[in-house]
């Protein structure tokens, strides 16, 4: 093209050498391993007896399709990721608004905000385990002393308490979150659109309708969405907590996946569940970019 | 007016004072729990503070002392003994700091890479990383296991390692390729004009101006290797290989659960990101500003 | 020695932003490329920097072709717009960087910083972060940095667009002292022509990727090359009045009888007759209140007051329109009939297709 002079040829190779690490590592460890539990969908392995892989088609697709305990899964899958969004979102956008008047001290508390997002989810499943302890947990004893309940609550024990059990650790952990978005958005709506309002006669809850709420629309779609595909797919904040259970009880698709790999050792049924989550994904995103028109690069 | 405004001042305050209650409170308990002696632990009801405080189980953990679990007046040994703590400890911080430096290092260099050289396929290379970002580690975990086996790294530190850098590496990319593109061009090519070689470019001017954006890479880098529990579940089958979030599990095997001793795992376990919490808050929320949040 | 850019062309893509550019610039003298924004200026200024790599065309310093060399090797200096001052760097390590890279001795970057720092009167700031000082402070920094190298080229992106107005000024005259005190070449790149004319030896007006004209700014003032020149260049811009017939001694305007100014003796070389534009300063206009041979009647419609003078802009005929430039205390107002006077040695006249000044073909 140019009279491209050595300098410059020297130049372009820094930049090809800055991505070369990279690329082998997206290669082998991401791009990989997602072609690898795509093909093993349509296979049968055993992971104790990988030489015995063969040629499956469609039928651990099938075999999903097939099984009720997929579909109960699918199913738990949702009522968790809807209850926990709606809970996450309400109270997430209600904390940020109490954030953002000017109380003294908001900053401290802005900043504990963080904190549910930083301990490990082992540690939480493991204290809400002894909290929610049918027999010695705090949380049966208090509710006794209050006189709310006569007998002790099975949190963990009983389908549907541990399905609300599960719901209440993601909420706690996640909510901020949601607070943190919010709230960085509500920091950028020009004041002067609520003098406007005042100066044309708006009162407070016309205000919040026609300015406020507009103004966090598109944050909170982002949130919602992103949320909704993350809280989807979770492992570790049911697994940790109640391994599915009682029984099936709490059993979503990320542990209908890992048990089919690990207990049943049916490694292309755990993969085929893989892909199917991996279209709800993609289905996600598309929504997502047909929102956002993904077209621009987004501002940081 | 004002009086309104005292009002919705307190009803604000009680609000935040409830949520950070809930915030609070499990850590709390958790810390109180771990400080009481084996009989007040099964106390009924449960009291907030320990009738006389302990660190008995703090003790176990750092010595490895055999743990025994009062019931009926005489001891019963627990089958997951706490002797390998303190190397699950050491297994956590050494993975998580390898694969949060080497995340760090290869995002840093291609971040640099997509925002300052023309070549092919520049552009989409942080999009195909956000798209790695938001694949579940669920999806990624068992071909990633076949990878370690042909690799013959499985059961090591260093499956670990490259399967947190799997997950981190996306996120750090696009986290560095936002920082990146906010540092003014004119910066690198004064210093260029000044006759700095490219390499010097980096590492004068563009490492100092992207450094809020490298730290904040590296705490949820940090955060997300030390919070992992699926990667290592899945990877490591010997005991004294795990990291601690594994590792704890093996508390659970006993014919009784040491709640005490749980509890002071748990605390421990957040004692190091508490510390890193502290330290670096205001990094952490620049880098949710930023868009790097996988949760 | 002369600079010399040889026929440099520069293509982005499909879309050709400099076409042939081809300029001397003669040593220790000040040139400004001037231009609306996208005409290439600052394209032109960066190929020289070696930032951007011409697609052709080659760059000369004496004997030695520098379009090959690294940024670093031309050993140029360069003010950017936005200064790009070292955000992390203090005040002295902003101006002494350059001669760190360049492993200067410890011992002598301190004293030449030091010596830089006092003739730019920044010895108090050396300690400071960029983010501390003021705009002006900023300035002075990044001065300071592209002189103490002791380049034998400075480039200056826009310096002074980010100053606000009146500081602008100041640092106007600042800048054009520094280059009397230090003679090095400068090129100098700005959309205000205002800053062109004051500082400049010489001028390169740009438009679409072409020089114009390089010439004095008197030379660029006086006889601008073309229509897009003469507009330029002059504020309040110069008028142009469409298809004044010129015939032997007269100029007839479009608009009756009354429009015809006598200018003698025809003022281009070549005897043209025919239908030209004229271009006529807002300065070279003559307000009467009564009518004289060669005056245009005319309606005062605005009547714009800028400090000492006033800005009157007239109708004239079907749809002629002019702004006279007068001292503020004249006696013209709003919606009142004048004469307007032109002054025969100060038309400009124009091909009507081209835009080419008449008098320089």
Known sequence: MSQAADWKRADSRIGILFIVPFAVTALVFMVYPVAEAVRLAFYHHNPLNPGASSFAGLDNFRALAADPLFWQAFRQAAVWTFSSIVLQTVIGVALAL???????????????????????????????????????????????????????????????????????????????????????????????????????????????????????????????????????????????????????????????????????????MGAATGVVMMALLFVGSLIYMRVFRFDEEPTQ | ?????????????????????????????????????????????????????????????????????????????????????TSWFANSVIVSLGSTAISILISTLAAYSVTRFRYRGRRIIPYFSLLGYMIPSIILVFPLFLVMAELRLTNSLWSLTFGYVSITLPFCMWLLWAFFRGIPIELEEAAMIDGASRLRVFVDIVLPSAAPGIIAAAIFSLIVSWNDFLFARVFINSIENLPLTVGVMHFFEGTHVDWGLMMASAVLMTVPMAILFMLMQRHLVAGFGAGAVKG | MTIRLEHIWKSFGPVAVLKDVHLELPEREFITLVGPSGCGKTTLLRILAGLESATRGEIWHGDTRVSDLAPGKRDIAMVFQNYALYPHMNVHGNIAYGLKVRGTPKAEIAARVLEVARVLEIESLLGRKPRQLSGGQRQRVALGRAMVRKPWLFLMDEPLSNL??????????????????????????????????????????????????????????????????????????????????????????????????????????????????????????????????????????????????????????????????????????????VWIGFDPAKLHLFEPGSGGNLALR
């Open chain 1, 98 to 268: 109490l954030l953002h008047l000017p109380l003294r001290g908001i900053s401290v508390f802005r900043g504990l905000l963080l904190f549910p997002y930083i301990v490990p989810t082992v540690v939480i499943a493991l204290i809400l385990q002894w909290m929610l302890n049918a027999d010695l947990g705090v949380v049966n004893w208090s509710l006794r002393g209050a006189g709310l309940i006569d007998e002790n609550v099975y949190w963990l024990a009983s389908p549907g308490m541990a399905m609300l059990s599960t719901i209440a650790l993601n909420v706690w952990k996640y909510t901020p979150f949601v607070t943190i978005c919010v709230l960085a958005r509500l920091q950028t709506i020009p004041l002067e659109l609520y003098d406007a309002a005042k100066v044309d006669g708006a009162g407070a809850v016309r205000r919040f309708v026609d300015i406020t709420l507009p103004q966090l629309a598109e944050v909170l779609a982002v949130v919602v969405i992103f949320r909704t595909i993350w809280t989807f797919n979770k492992f570790e904040e049911i697994y940790l907590l109640t391994r599915g259970g009682p029984g099936t009880s709490t059993f979503n698709l990320a542990i209908y996946s890992f048990e089919q790999s690990v207990a049943n050792l049916k490694m292309g």
């Open chain 2, 1 to 85: 007016m004002s009086a309104l405004g005292a009002v919705r001042q307190v009803i604000a305050y009680l609000v935040l004072l409830v949520v950070t209650f809930l915030i609070c409170f499990p850590l709390i308990w958790a810390a109180s729990t771990s400080l009481k002696s084996p009989k007040d632990v099964m106390a009924t009801p449960p009291t907030l503070l320990p009738a006389e405080v302990t660190i008995e189980n703090y003790r176990n953990l750092v010595t490895g002392k055999q743990q025994y679990y009062r019931a009926d007046q005489s001891y019963v040994p627990t089958t997951a003994a706490p002797q390998h703590f």
């Open chain 3, 164 to 337: 606000d107005a009146k500081l602008r000024v100041t640092m106007r005259g600042e800048l054009k002292r520094f280059h009397m005190r230090l003679e090095t070449t400068t090129v100098y790149v700005t959309h205000d022509q205002l800053e062109a004319m004051t500082m400049s030896d010489k001028i390169a007006v740009m438009d679409h990727g072409v020089v114009q004209q390089y010439a004095t700014p008197a030379e660029v003032y006086n006889r601008p090359a073309n229509t897009f020149v003469a507009g330029f260049i002059g504020s309040p811009p110069m008028n142009f009045v469409e298809r004044a017939e010129l015939r032997g001694g007269e100029l007839a305007l479009d608009c009756g009888p009354d429009g015809r100014i006598a200018i003698g003796a025809s003022p281009l070389p070549n005897g043209f007759a025919g239908e030209t534009l004229l271009g006529v300063r807002p300065q070279d206009l003559e307000v009467r209140g009564a009518p004289r041979a060669g005056a245009v009647p005319a309606t005062v419609t605005l009547i714009q007051l800028v400090g000492s003078e006033k800005l009157v802009e007239v109708a004239f005929g079907a749809a002629g329109k002019l702004t006279a430039q007068v001292k503020a205390d004249a006696p013209v107002a709003a919606g009142e009939r």
